[in-house]
C-alpha cells in the first residue's frame, strides 16, 4: 500500500505547540498544577446543597460513598477494573457507549465516578446540557475552599478552567463538568468525593498544613495503569465520535506500539513534541513500526491528571478536535507512559475490502 508523506511545520509561542499535518492542524499542550501553601485561614461561604439533599438525586453522584457491594447490585461486575496512580481502581462499565461509567474504588468504597454518553445519569445536570444554564445559577465560582483531617484547601480557577472544567461544590461532593467550548455543551462529568480531588490536584491548589498526596507509584505498577488509561482513552473517543455521528474506531495494537514508543520517548528524553530528536516525526515512526496507511494524525499530550482530562482537553482544541472527530480515520493507536499520551489515527484498508 502506497504510503503518503508527513509533513510537519513547527511553530512555538510561550504555551503550546502548532503543528500542520496532512493540512490539519494540532494544538498540544500540557498540564500540571501546583500546590503553594496558605499564608492565613481563608474560607468561601456558598449557596450549595447540603449532603442530606444531595442524596435526593439519583445516578452516578449518589454512588460516592457507596461500597463496592451495592455497586454490583446496581451495575453488575465492570467489563474491566483498571488500576490508577491515585489510590484506587477504576471499575469500566464499557458496554453501552451512550452510558459508559467508571467508578474509582479505594478501599471497598467508591471516591469518584465519571460519566458520559447521552444516558448516562448525572443528577442534577446532563449530559449536552447547555454549561450557561448552570452558570446562570450562580454555581461555578472561580474560588472552592474545603477542609479535609482538619486542614484547609482552595483550589483557585483560571478564566480557562471556568469555562472548559468548573468545579462546583455540592455538600461533601466536588462536581467536575468537562464542557466542550465549541458548543458550550457538558461532554461528560466526574464526580469526587474531597480527599480525592485534593489528591488529584486538577487546579491551582493552596493549602495549610500537611498536603494531602496520593501514594507514590512503584515502577512496577506503571505498565499495569498505563493499560487501564490506554483503553480508558480509546473507550472515551469512541463515545465522543459516536456522539457527533462518527464511526467509532478499531483499535490497532501495532499503530499503539509507535504511539507508546512515542509517549515514552518524550518522558525519558524530556521534550514534548510530534517530532523526536532520534526517531523523526510521525511518518518515521509509523514507517519504522511498518505500518501501511493513506493518512495519517497524531495528538500528544502531557501531565493530565489521567487520560480522561486528556481526551477532554484534546477535543477543545481545534486542531486536537479535527484530528479526534475526522471522518476518514478508522484505526487508532493509543500510547502511555506514565503521564505522557500519544493517540496515532491512520486510515487504512480493511482486510476484507483488500
Known amino acids: 500500500m502506497a504510503r503518503i508523506a508527513v509533513t510537519i511545520l513547527l511553530l512555538v509561542s510561550s504555551f503550546y505547540y502548532i503543528s500542520i499535518n496532512h493540512g490539519r492542524t494540532e494544538l498540544v499542550n500540557g498540564v500540571e498544577h501546583t500546590a503553594t501553601k496558605l499564608k492565613h485561614s481563608s474560607t468561601t461561604k456558598q449557596n450549595i446543597p447540603l449532603q442530606k439533599e444531595i ?24 467489563q474491566r477494573i483498571d488500576r490508577s496512580s491515585y489510590d484506587y481502581d477504576w471499575w469500566v462499565y464499557n458496554t453501552n457507549p451512550q452510558n459508559y461509567i467508571q467508578v474509582g474504588i479505594e478501599n471497598g468504597r467508591v471516591v469518584t465516578v465519571y460519566g458520559t454518553g447521552d444516558d448516562v445519569l448525572v ?5 449536552g446540557q447547555p454549561v450557561e444554564e448552570i452558570r446562570s445559577k450562580g454555581l461555578i465560582k472561580p474560588k472552592i475552599s ?6 484547609p484547601y482552595r483550589f483557585e480557577l483560571t478564566d480557562n478552567e471556568l469555562n472548559a472544567r468548573p468545579l462546583i461544590a455540592m455538600g461533601n461532593v466536588y462536581i467536575q463538568l468537562y464542557v466542550d467550548t465549541f458548543t458550550d455543551k457538558i461532554s461528560s462529568i466526574r464526580f469526587l468525593d474531597g480527599r ?16 494531602l498526596s496520593a501514594k507514590e507509584v512503584i515502577p512496577e505498577k506503571w505498565q499495569e495503569i498505563e493499560q487501564g488509561t490506554k483503553a480508558q482513552i480509546l473507550d472515551i473517543t469512541n463515545v465522543i465520535r459516536l456522539r457527533h455521528g462518527i464511526q467509532p474506531l478499531k483499535s490497532d495494537e ?12 518524550m518522558r525519558v528524553n524530556q521534550y514534548f513534541d510530534h517530532i523526536s530528536p532520534t526517531k523523526g516525526g510521525l511518518a518515521d515512526r509509523l514507517a519504522d513500526g511498518e505500518i501501511s496507511y493513506q493518512l495519517a494524525g497524531e495528538n500528544i499530550a502531557a501531565k493530565y491528571v ?35 499520551y500519544t493517540q496515532n489515527f491512520i486510515q487504512a484498508w480493511d482486510e476484507e475490502d483488500q
Do not use: C
Open 123 to 127: 443528577e442534577p445536570f446532563a449530559i
Open 254 to 265: 501495532q499503530l499503539a506500539d509507535v504511539a507508546y514508543l512515542h509517549s515514552k520517548d
Open 55 to 78: 442524596h435526593q438525586y439519583n445516578g452516578l453522584i449518589s454512588f460516592i460513598g457507596m461500597d463496592s457491594t451495592q455497586i454490583k447490585e446496581k451495575l453488575g461486575e465492570p
Open 146 to 151: 474545603l477542609n479535609v483531617d482538619k486542614n
Open 306 to 340: 489521567d487520560g480522561i482530562a486528556a481526551v477532554e482537553g484534546w477535543l477543545n482544541s481545534e486542531g486536537h478536535r479535527e484530528t479526534l472527530l475526522n471522518e476518514e480515520y478508522n484505526y487508532l493507536g493509543v500510547g502511555v507512559y506514565e503521564k505522557y
Open 196 to 211: 480525592t480531588l485534593i489528591k488529584l490536584r486538577p487546579y491551582e491548589l493552596a493549602y495549610r498544613g500537611e498536603l
